[in-house]
């Protein structure tokens, strides 16, 4: 089940996305007493992170203490880079958030060597995620969209892209000239709901592509991700000015 929501500001799409943020985890915990989330990097997401952890009544409603945090992908380098998306998400939310350190599950991308990271996260994820013997499930997936289409770290014409038993890989991306560790989209297709969040006049292109195109491609990653749950594309007005508006 697709829904797009289009906000009229980036603020505005930051606070409506921290509303669905609440949403999801909050029934998620009610069901199951726990909720997995994995985490976007890049920059878009700055604004959802703070708004969660420093505005009202957002703050109160996420239940922190019942949340795991993991990351959907990671870039190749050590935790305090300010290219991380840890750094990203610990300064803009978790530090200021009552989450226990033990629930924050951080790639350890500071091993210079990727396919051992990769791995390890791997078997985090196998380890501290609930799953009855088949894939583990994460209660939300938050995504972002690169302009070339791919989302975590999985890049057009990629390795990881095409993986369809791992759930975490390494991932060399020629483009970028770096070691990436993503999410595949076996885990991400698991996930009970993905939430894209997609900001700014850059994107408008390929976010029509993507959401209007007539047929899935490989060259655009982003339209692979298709959930048996829920699938929830968030977009401000400037990103969304390509799209027809949903019938509301
Ligand atoms: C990353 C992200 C990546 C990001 C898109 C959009 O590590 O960079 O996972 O997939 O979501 O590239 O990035 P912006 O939000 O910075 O536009």
């Known amino acids: 089940m697709r829904r797009i929501h289009i906000s009229a500001t980036a603020d505005d799409l930051s606070v409506d996305a921290a509303q669905e943020f609440v949403r999801v985890t909050a029934d998620a915990v009610k069901l199951r007493s726990r909720c997995y989330v994995a985490l976007a990097g890049g920059s878009t997401p700055r604004g959802l992170y703070r708004a969660l952890a420093n505005t009202q009544p957002l703050r109160t409603q996420v239940p922190w203490s019942r949340i795991e945090f993991f990351w959907s992908d990671e870039r190749h380098v050590p935790p305090d880079d300010p ?3 840890y750094r990203m998400a610990s300064e803009t939310m978790l530090a200021a958030a009552p ?3 033990t629930q924050i599950h951080r790639v350890r991308a500071e091993n210079p060597d990727a396919v051992i990271v990769g791995r390890q996260y791997e078997e985090e994820i196998l380890t501290d995620v609930a799953h ?3 894939m583990p499930r994460f209660d939300l997936m938050l995504l972002g969209l690169g302009t070339d289409g791919h989302t975590a770290s ?3 014409g990629t390795t990881a892209l095409a993986e369809r038993r791992r759930l975490c890989v390494d ?4 483009r970028l000239k770096t070691h990436r560790i993503t999410m595949t989209l076996p885990l991400i297709n698991a996930a009970r709901a993905v939430m894209f969040v997609v ?3 850059d994107k408008a292109s390929i976010a029509r592509d993507v959401l209007q ?5 490989a060259d655009r990653p982003a339209q692979l991700v298709q959930p048996d ?3 929830l594309w968030m977009l401000d007005d400037e990103a969304a000015r390509w799209i027809n508006r949903p019938v509301s």
């Open 171 to 174: 991932t060399w991306v020629e």
């Open 199 to 201: 900001s700014g006049a």
């Open 154 to 156: 999985l890049f057009p």
């Open 213 to 217: 195109a007539d047929s899935t491609a």
């Open 132 to 134: 009855d013997g088949g």
């Open 229 to 231: 749950g829920e699938l």
């Open 83 to 85: 290219e991380s998306n």
């Open 99 to 101: 989450v226990p350190p």
